[in-house]
């Protein structure tokens, strides 16, 4: 008679490779940047029309995405300290996360007097 002899593998002894680092004490003065792709949590619109923000005022929490959409003819930007639009034509958008909470007041570069903000909470 024939035995079938089933061999378990046991990787008791998985070699970890624990390649200790040389003991050099450099301190503790590593800065973790883990938020490059931060995770949207909520998409509000602004819509800009008839040279106009609306709504001129949003209050939005943070980790939030924006979305500008020009709906007139001629050109517009969104400038705040902290980004750039860009021109903006007609039907173009432009998207920004807010991680950061704060009140970010923002105006149109070509209208001066097209302004709004966004409140980060
Ligand atoms: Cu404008």
Known sequence: ?????????????????AVAGGGCGNGSNQTKTTNSKPAVRQNYAVAIKNFAFHPANLTVGAKSRVTWTNNDQGPHTIVTTVFNSGMLGQSETYSYTFIKPGTYRYHCAIHPYMEGVIVVK
């Open 1 to 17: 008679m024939m035995r079938h002899r089933f061999t378990l593998l046991l990787a008791g002894t998985a070699l970890i490779a």
